[in-house]
T-cell receptor, first 115, second 112 residues
Framework: EAGVTQSPTHLIKTRGQQATLRCSPISGHTSVYWYQQALGLGLQFLLWYDEGEERNRGNFPPRFSGRQFPNYSSELNVNALELEDSALYLC??????????????FGPGTRLTVL | LAKTTQPISMDSYEGQEVNITCSHNNIATNDYITWYQQFPSQGPRFIIQGYKTKVTNEVASLFIPADRKSSTLSLPRVSLSDTAVYYCLVGRLSGGYNKLIFGAGTRLAVHP
């Protein structure tokens, strides 16, 4: 069974540009989560999508947005890039929540570098 | 969501058993305890999850005392490839919870 996939692996942008990151969840998983991990730091929750809708977002400005498609894949868009947006962006998926199934499976991440 | 406290770092040697303890005094009745492993520049990898007593899989064991205010991840006979950051999380995704809070984790260094 294929795991969570993310593309691209690396992305280099300049300040003010927009970045689009993509994620495909594990087959059968309907929830997708996005996290930001700056170098040497812990994971910061960004966004949660389930069944095509944004369910919650972390403490990030509105220029961080995304969407989930009917096939449950997801995009994360970061507008007006700033230098401090440079980080590893991780996507995770989970199945329909239930007893003992509250586990997120992570993709390999997209390394975004803002110059 | 319950806050967790873990040691910042630990050192061990190949072949030894490593025990990483996590404190979660405010754990709720419906919360599960989950451990993840993360290598540099990779996504966290699920290791083990439990609710109470002991859980064992092919990778690790998880010990949870009766009061559930702490848990211990046990890695038997570690190798150099076990050098990673280990995160303890408490919570659940259903019942209105919508995110997992990752703390700083424990940086485990395994030496030859």
């Amino acid at each position: 069974e294929a795991g969570v996939t993310q593309s691209p692996t690396h992305l280099i942008k300049t300040r003010g540009q927009q970045a689009t990151l993509r994620c495909s969840p594990i087959s059968g998983h309907t929830s997708v989560y996005w996290y930001q991990q700056a170098l040497g730091l812990g994971l910061q929750f960004l966004l949660w999508y389930d069944e095509g809708e944004e369910r919650n977002r972390g403490n990030f400005p509105p220029r961080f947005s995304g969407r989930q498609f009917p096939n449950y894949s997801s995009e994360l868009n970061v507008n007006a890039l700033e230098l401090e947006d440079s980080a590893l962006y991780l996507c995770a998926s989970s199945s329909v929540p239930g007893i003992g199934t509250d586990t997120q499976y992570f993709g390999p991440g997209t390394r975004l570098t803002v110059l | 969501l319950a806050k967790t406290t873990q040691p910042i770092s630990m050192d061990s040697y190949e072949g030894q058993e490593v025990n990483i303890t996590c404190s979660h005094n405010n754990i709720a009745t419906n919360d599960y305890i989950t451990w993840y492993q993360q290598f540099p520049s990779q996504g966290p990898r699920f290791i083990i999850q439990g609710y109470k007593t002991k859980v064992t899989n092919e990778v690790a064991s998880l010990f949870i005392p009766a009061d559930r205010k702490s848990s211990t991840l046990s890695l038997p006979r570690v190798s150099l490839s076990d050098t990673a950051v280990y995160y303890c999380l408490v919570g659940r995704l259903s019942g209105g919870y919508n995110k997992l809070i990752f703390g700083a984790g424990t940086r485990l260094a395994v030496h030859p």
